[in-house]
């Protein structure tokens, strides 16, 4: 990071003046944080007793077998809750009880990270309230259910697009009323100065722990590592601690229904830079300045905008951004079932359908690790709908 | 001495300042709303450059802006009202918009064409005094008057270095939230304005939430400079969308009947 919160000229603080003491606030809190070797342990504790952390990196043979290289799954859909959401809101919940906040709220796309929310708030005794946008509480209905079995209060968000985009909006303006009570856990790589750099620290975690296996397993780094990218906090969670290591790392956006019918959140791969939610990064904006509509097959990758340290890892070339489109996305899904007996969430089938498409890349050799961020449980009832099953 | 200043020097009254979003609900409805609030007696006209998510308003401001881009309301639209405005009266006009309509412009443009069109302040609702130093520093050559928001959690230091930018008026925020019509001033707005006194020489503007004459007259009595009312005169907008002739007389009494409330008798 070079000036204060910025990732080369990506990142910074664009939030209203009221938000101005509360994002210091959190600044300092987290360098306390990061300085004591109690909450390491703490967060350490809960990670391996409550989280199930570490997760394994599964050798998948039959995939292997069937594409020609050596596929290895970073297992994240085993974590409690069933993704690599709770990671974070484990570090962040806990940070909030050290600051001596009174209340969560959250906003979520997929219901994975409200869910991770309801999950720390709980453990934590911190009660939780969760933004979502009336669309995805439709598409994911089963994650609403989830979060208020855990005591979250779950409030669909009426307005702009009615998804991840606008449960933001409706997170940041609560925040902006209770800001001195109120801590807001922000599921991802994004927003102002201090959450892109505090989010990967707590996900990078999943780097730190594939990156010790691979070298168990195959004596050295993979040759690729391959995530999906919706804000973008599992993959710079797992990409993190390779950035200085030789090899290939992808970042897989959703295509939805093709980059040329405008209809898919492909923030990197066809956006322009730009500010929303407190961040300067690339942005899906029209020629104005406002922020566009989007689609995705997986509702946790439907957003317009991504992560500042990503847009800076794209311009130097660190890593590379492609895109799947929701047919590969659903094939890759019924693949991953079928052959290893693990149901990929809809946003990490994103991954595993890059692979998938580009296996003719990859020599015998090879060591691929994709990181499966989820479990589709949450997604079985639309994929059953999109294939007429009822 | 810049339009604004000017104005804030007149005595006797605490200036007027009303908002409305530009292009809400049409560019030629908009036009007229904005003469009516002048004909009212406006002392200062903030146009809302719309913004599909603005973050910092509350719905009645939220729903304004989604009429304005539905209506095909443009940075371009948002120039001519300018000018328009600017031909038929004198009165300071401030913009208020959000950072990213400002940057995929370009900056140095944005201000260029704001300053042509007759522009006297911008304000960038999502842009704290840290990230403003290149916006300052164009603002100055364009003579506009950056803008800036102070609120209740404003540290001393921060202020100081708000202050030490803003030009024109301080934009003192009246609660911690987001704009809408609310029933009362509350008592930590008239201390902020006590607070923030004792930093500068510089005009204080209470805005959020006061929609009544009596919050007015709260506000002139504590010795605000001026207030911002917006929701208020965007509900009056919406509520009489399909009679405009009527819309314009309730927007002319409204802001009559919120200035005399404002007079001061000293
Ligand atoms: C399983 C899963 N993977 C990925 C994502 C996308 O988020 P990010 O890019 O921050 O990892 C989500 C978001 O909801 C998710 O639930």
Redesign the interface.
């Known amino acids: 990071m070079d000036k204060k919160g910025r990732f080369g000229e990506y990142g ?11 994002l ?1 606030e959190l600044e300092h809190a987290y360098d306390m944080i990061t300085a004591d070797p109690h909450f390491e342990q703490a967060l350490r504790e809960y990670q391996a007793e409550f989280a199930g952390r570490p997760t394994p990196l599964t050798f998948c043979a039959n995939m292997s077998r069937e594409l020609g290289c050596r596929i290895y799954l970073k297992r994240e859909d085993l974590v409690h809750g069933g993704s690599h959401k709770l990671n974070n809101t484990l570090g962040q919940a806990l940070l909030a009880q050290r600051m001596g906040k009174k209340r969560l709220i959250a906003e979520t796309g997929a219901g994975q990270h409200g869910v991770a929310t309801a999950i720390a708030g709980a453990a934590l005794g911190l009660p939780v309230e969760v933004y979502m946008g009336e669309v995805d509480t439709k598409r994911q209905a089963l994650n609403v259910f989830r979060m208020e079995l855990m005591g979250a209060k779950v409030i669909p968000v009426k ?2 697009t009615r998804t991840l ?2 449960a933001i ?1 409706e997170a ?2 609560d925040w ?5 009570d109120t801590y807001y856990l922000i599921g991802s790589v994004v927003g102002p100065h201090p959450y892109p750099m505090m989010v990967r620290d707590f996900q990078s975690v999943i780097g730190c722990e594939a990156r010790e296996q691979c070298k168990k397993k195959e004596g050295r780094v993979p040759d690729t590592i391959v995530a999906c990218v919706g804000g973008g906090s599992n993959a710079i969670g797992i990409f993190y601690p390779f950035l200085s290591d030789t090899l290939e790392l992808v970042g897989v956006e959703a295509g939805g229904r093709g980059i040329g019918t405008g209809e898919h959140s492909a923030t990197l791969c066809a956006g322009e ?6 961040a ?1 990064s690339y ?1 899906l ?1 029209d ?5 566009l509509p989007t689609h995705s097959i997986a509702a946790g990758l439907d957003y317009p905008g991504v992560g500042p340290e990503h847009s800076m890892l794209k311009d130097a070339r660190r890593v590379t951004y492609t895109t799947v489109n929701d047919q590969d996305v659903l094939d890759a899904f019924m693949f991953l079932s079928r052959t290893e007996g693990i149901i990929p969430a809809l946003e990490s089938a994103h991954a595993v359908a890059y692979v998938l498409k580009h296996a003719d890349r990859f020599d015998k050799d090879d060591v691929v690790v994709i990181n499966l961020s989820g479990r589709g449980d949450k997604d079985v009832a639309e994929v059953a709908a999109l294939q007429g099953v009822t | 001495m810049s339009r604004i200043d000017r104005v804030f020097q007149r005595n006797g009254q605490t200036t007027f300042i009303g908002f409305a979003v530009a292009g809400d609900p049409d560019r030629d409805t908009s036009a007229r709303v904005a003469h009516a609030l002048i004909d009212g007696g406006t002392d200062i006209l903030e146009l809302g450059v719309p ?3 603005p ?2 308003d ?2 009645t401001i ?1 729903k304004a802006d ?1 009429r304005a ?1 539905a209506a095909g309301t ?2 371009d639209t948002v120039f001519s009202l300018v000018r328009e405005i600017r031909a038929y009266s004198a009165v300071p006009i401030v913009l208020l918009t ?8 370009g900056v140095e443009r944005f201000y260029r064409e704001a300053h042509e069109a007759g522009v006297d302040g911008i304000l960038i ?4 005094v ?2 403003s130093a290149e916006v300052v520093e164009i603002a100055r050559t364009y003579e506009i008057d950056p803008i ?8 001393p230091e ?1 202020m100081d270095e708000i202050v030490r930018r803003a030009r024109g008026f301080l934009y003192l ?1 009246s609660v ?3 704009t809408g019509a609310r029933d009362r001033v509350p008592d930590e707005a008239l201390a902020l304005l006590h607070r923030v006194r004792t930093h500068t020489a510089l005009p204080l503007a209470l805005g959020f939430g006061i929609s009544a004459p009596e919050h007015v007259k709260t506000c002139a009595e504590a010795g605000a400079d001026g207030v911002i009312v917006g929701s208020a005169i965007v509900s009056i907008v919406e509520k009489n969308a399909g009679n405009i002739p009527l819309m314009e007389q309730e927007l002319k009494r409204y802001v009559a009947r919120m200035k005399a409330a404002g007079v001061r008798d000293r």
């Open positions: 910074g603080q664009f939030v209203s003046e009221t938000l101005m003491s509360a210091l307005t702009g985009k606008d909006n940041l303006r902006v009323t209770h800001v001195e830079a730009g500010v929303l939610h407190g300067f942005l904006q020629a104005h300045g406002q922020v | 913004f599909s998510d973050v910092a509350g719905k939220q989604e881009i443009t940075p959000y950072y990213n309509m400002v940057y995929r412009r609702a999502d842009m704290p840290e990230e800036f928001l102070v609120t209740r959690t404003t540290s921060r925020v911690l939230g987001v």
